[in-house]
């Protein structure tokens, strides 16, 4: 068999030289169903969906976004939703084709799509790699069929490994997510679970606990008394199960849910974790802009035919444009920063807040052992520090 990798030619929109991190992300909101745990800004369609005026409107708004900040090389291109994957190839092509019309795109650019591991879907993965996409992010949250159907996803776990095996062929890299701490999963049942996902992986997972998020389908049950989470107790047992197996085995954690060999790390990701600037393009997109030495913090109207009225009328889909204050851009800087386990420069945090963290309280954290400060004054929080991630980021931005 051909290795697509080798034998695709480089994209026209691929060129120059890489400079400060800058990420653009696309964001398609259908999905062929809703599933049951999500909030996520998705819907579904049974009426055809008019990729071409779609794919026009993203070319428009990239075309509106690029005029506001001009100049800037891309370096990470990340198209999430809803599924991606059920766009066209000859889509994905269209919008990358227009970033890299209105931006300087990096030659080493990373370009992520995320991903169903149906069969039907993995078909397209030859198109998207040849439009550009060099690495994919798939969606196969549990390696059983059991677990599946209650997750309510529509593939079969022998049907995610076979895309992950030709994602394995097609992509220079590539990822899956997991969804652990589910209904009557037992630490050794996870660990089992996660030592096949490692060696199927190669080089990044994403893991995350199984959150009941309100207006889901499993709020209503978890209220109900009809699905049962794990205790307090048995979810820490799970995460201490996570980072154990996923160090032992070579993918240590760099952020609080994101596992990677040291290089491989998700770059696009890394552009929201350390407050680097990026656009946010498609229904319900939200973007960090810096325009006239200011943050601009923007989000894009949520429901897909409103935010593609919008773009044919103005250019745009944008609702929210705010500019945010000193205060607020070093709280969003701590609160995403201390995801990662490199952790944060306090010195930045200063120049951004105007004044320094507290000193009494970073004291009161080295003795309780949730962070540590490294000979170049980095601040990280501890592996018994993260479980209470929310509490640390509170206690140091009071």
């Known amino acids: ?63 509106t976004t690029a005029a506001r900040i001009p100049g800037r090389e ?38 992520t799509l995320e991903a169903n591991p149906t069969s039907v879907e993995a078909t397209r993965f030859a198109g998207y790699r040849a439009v550009g996409v060099n690495r994919v992010s798939l969606g196969v949250q549990a390696l059983d069929d059991a677990s599946l159907k209650m997750l309510g996803r529509l593939h079969s776990a ?13 992509f220079e890299r590539y990822s899956f997510d997991l969804i652990y701490a589910r209904p009557d999963q037992t630490p050794d049942m996870w660990q089992a679970e996660l030592r096949h996902a490692i060696d199927e992986a190669a080089e990044h997972l994403s893991l995350y606990q199984l959150t009941i998020e309100e207006g889901t389908p499993f709020f209503g049950l978890h209220q109900a008394g009809k699905l049962k989470t794990p205790d307090e107790a048995r979810a820490r047992a799970l995460y201490d199960v996570t980072q154990e197996t996923c160090d032992s085995l070579g993918l240590p954690t760099y952020e609080i849910s994101n596992h990677a060999r040291p290089g491989a ?16 393009i498609g229904p319900g997109a939200h973007g960090r802009l810096d325009i006239n030495g200011a943050r601009h913090a923007t989000a894009t109207d949520k429901r897909p035919e409103a935010w593609l009225m919008r773009v044919e009328a ?8 705010d500019r945010l204050n000193s ?15 490199e952790g944060i420069d306090p010195k930045r945090y200063a120049a951004l807040a105007g004044r320094p963290l507290d000193p009494g309280r970073i004291a009161l954290l080295l003795e309780e052992g949730a962070i540590t400060v490294d000979t170049n ?22």
Not at 1 to 29: I, L
Request: aromatic share 10%; with cysteine; proline share 5%.
């Open 1 to 63: 068999m051909t290795d697509a990798r080798s034998s695709q030619p480089k994209p026209p929109w691929r060129s120059g030289a890489r400079e400060a991190a800058f990420g653009v992300y696309v964001h398609w909101p259908f999905c062929l169903s809703k599933c049951p745990y999500c909030d996520f800004n998705s819907h579904v369609r049974h009426a055809a969906i008019d990729e071409a005026r779609f794919a026009r409107a993203f070319a428009r708004e990239i075309e």
């Open 74 to 111: 891309v370096t990470s291109i990340f198209l999430g939703g809803g599924t991606p994957s059920l766009m066209q190839p000859e889509t994905v092509g269209t919008i990358l084709d227009a970033i890299g019309q209105h931006w300087r795109v990096a030659g080493d650019v990373e370009v």
């Open 158 to 170: 022998r049907e995610a490994l076979d895309a992950v095996a030709i994602a394995r062929r097609t």
């Open 265 to 280: 790390e998700c770059r696009h990701n890394l552009v929201y974790w350390r407050g680097d600037e990026y656009a946010g």
């Open 314 to 321: 103005t250019g745009h889909g944008l609702v929210t444009d």
């Open 327 to 341: 205060e607020e851009r070093a709280d969003e800087f701590l609160l995403m920063g201390l995801r990662l386990a």
């Open 377 to 398: 004054g980095r601040l990280r929080v501890t592996s018994s520090g993260f479980p209470v991630l929310d509490a640390v980021v509170a206690d140091l931005a009071a």
